[in-house]
T-cell receptor, first 113, second 116 residues
Framework: NAGVTQTPKFQVLKTGQSMTLQCAQD?????MYWYRQDPGMGLRLIYY???????DKGEVPNGYNVSRLNKREFSLRLESAAPSQTSVYFC????????????FGPGTRLTVL | AQSVSQHNHHVILSEAASLELGCNYS??????LFWYVQYPGQHLQLLLK??????LVKGIKGFEAEFIKSKFSFNLRKPSVQWSDTAEYFC??????????????FGQGTTLQVKP
């Protein structure tokens, strides 16, 4: 089992360009999350999806959109990238209270010039 | 708003020294508590977690944490650190109330540097 996978691992964009970060899981978990990690700020929730077909805003949703394509996949889109979106992005899944821990992907390091 | 605070942002220790990293949260309801570790260039891994029961929780690699409800704290400890413990450590909380969906609230992180 691959767990949680993310593509790409690295990306450099110019201001104004768009891109989609992909996340896929084979853990059969209902809930999926997108976080960004910035120095001195820990991880902050961008968007989450409690189940297939639903998405909700987290703490820092501005400038992002998400799609829960199916139970396995949850993508994060930057429509017009800005330097403030330079960060490391992590996808995570949660299997519910029976498991009570989130499982993280390897991350995508994004630089916006 | 609920928050998690980690008191130490950057800790430098020599090998064999004892470690204690502070974590406090602000929420009066039921919580689950976690410590995650991120080794250089890697993704987050769970060190340990607390749901209920014995407030002293043991995790992987010799780490433990104590939940003190009256102090809203969940401090991480290790009696003797190794160079391989060099990493960033994150305390996190999930809140239980109506509509809970497992969202984690993270502290700012503590960078631990262990000198050989």
């Amino acid at each position: 089992n691959a767990g949680v996978t993310q593509t790409p691992k690295f990306q450099v964009l110019k201001t104004g360009q768009s891109m989609t970060l992909q996340c896929a899981q084979d853990m059969n978990h209902n809930s999926m999350y997108w976080y960004r990690q910035d120095p001195g700020m820990g991880l902050r929730l961008i968007y989450y999806s409690a189940s297939e077909g639903t998405t909700d805003k987290g703490e820092v949703p501005n400038g992002y959109n998400v799609s829960r394509l199916n139970k396995r996949e949850f993508s994060l889109r930057l429509e017009s990238a800005a330097p403030s979106q330079t960060s490391v992005y992590f996808c995570a899944t949660w299997g519910g209270r029976a498991y009570n821990e989130q499982f993280f992907g390897p991350g995508t390091r994004l630089t916006v010039l | 708003a609920q928050s998690v605070s980690q008191h130490n942002h950057h800790v430098i220790l020599s090998e064999a020294a004892s470690l204690e990293l502070g974590c406090n949260y602000s929420y009066g309801g039921t919580v689950n508590l976690f410590w995650y570790v991120q080794y250089p260039g890697q993704h987050l891994q769970l060190l340990l977690k607390y749901f209920s029961g014995d407030p002293l929780v043991k995790g992987i690699k010799g780490f433990e944490a104590e939940f003190i409800k009256s102090k809203f704290s969940f401090n991480l400890r290790k009696p003797s650190v190794q160079w391989s413990d060099t990493a960033e450590y994150f305390c996190a909380v999930t809140l239980y109330g109506s509509g809970n969906t497992g969202k984690l609230i993270f502290g700012q992180g503590t960078t631990l540097q262990v000198k050989p």
